[in-house]
């Protein structure tokens, strides 16, 4: 069954098309709220956020993995599997869709979730990692996500062929993130003329400096997502509505 989209707010989604016509980069920076209508759940959100049954820092922690590879690898193998079968929803590809238009020079994403990916986007700034890879933090290995998950069905833990427990390629509670990622996101989000928050609550740090990054650099933001952010007072318009149904417009309404 198709899920039922409710229609976009036809004045503030002209609002945005004009400001991304007008601009001259744009950029977009996404949170788990563009993967909730692809069926993946997001953080904290009360009854079905990921988080609300299970204390992230017992299981998705760097110590974690280093002191109990088992038990993290029965949260975070089942995490694999459901993110695997997942697949992009019409604001994913209504992002590729302006990318190879021409109107969106890059995304940024907080998303691990690999769908980004799979819907086209080829500027594409993972700062949290992807589950599209494992790392032997031993001797540096890295293996694509159906090797780690056949090993995952041999075993509790997929181990390295040094014998190492491999590591989910994210950035862990307790660990930094990559410094070429968010450099090259802050060099972006400098540039950017527009810079386009979609579906995240945007709280996060390090990624969260990246709108005032954007508005520093003398750009604008303009924010898609439901729930309050700490940038809606200075964001050049806001949408509140479904995600997918307000990129998709945003899409159509620029083909205008």
């Known amino acids: 069954m198709e899920r039922e989209v409710a229609p976009a707010a ?3 989604v002209a609002e945005l098309a004009r400001l991304v016509r007008r601009a001259g980069s744009v950029v977009a920076l996404t949170g788990a709220g563009i993967s909730v209508p692809s069926g993946i759940p997001d953080f904290r959100t009360p009854g079905t956020g990921i988080w609300e049954n299970v204390d992230p820092m017992e299981v998705a922690h760097i110590d974690a993995w280093r002191a109990d590879p088992e038990r993290f690898w029965t949260f975070y193998g089942n995490r694999f599997q459901t993110l695997g079968d997942k697949q992009p929803n019409g604001a994913h590809a209504a992002l590729a869709d302006l990318e190879r238009r021409g109107l969106l020079d890059a995304v940024i994403t907080q998303n691990i979730d690999m769908l980004h990916r799979k819907a086209g986007t080829r500027q594409l700034v993972e700062v949290h990692g992807s589950i599209a890879a494992c790392v032997c933090l031993a001797c540096e290995a890295r ?3 159906d090797v780690v998950l056949e090993r995952l069905g ?4 997929p181990l390295c062929d040094c014998g190492r427990p491999l590591k989910p390629d994210v950035v862990l509670f307790g660990e930094f993130l990559s410094a070429e990622a968010l450099g090259r996101a802050t060099e ?11 579906g995240s609550s945007l709280e996060v740090y390090p990624v969260a400096q990246l709108p005032a990054v954007a508005l520093h650099g003398g750009g604008a933001i303009a924010i898609v997502t439901q729930g309050p952010t700490p940038y809606d007072g200075r964001a050049s318009i806001k949408l509140t509505g479904d995600v997918e149904a307000d990129l998709e417009a945003l899409a159509a309404a620029l083909d205008d």
């Not at 041999?154 to 833990?157: C, I, N, S």
């Not at 972006?188 to 979609?198: F, N, P, S």
């Open 10 to 12: 036809s004045g503030d």
């Open 154 to 157: 041999e075993a509790t833990v």
């Open 143 to 145: 293996y694509d996500l």
């Open 188 to 198: 972006l989000a400098e540039a950017a003329d527009l810079l386009l928050c979609v």
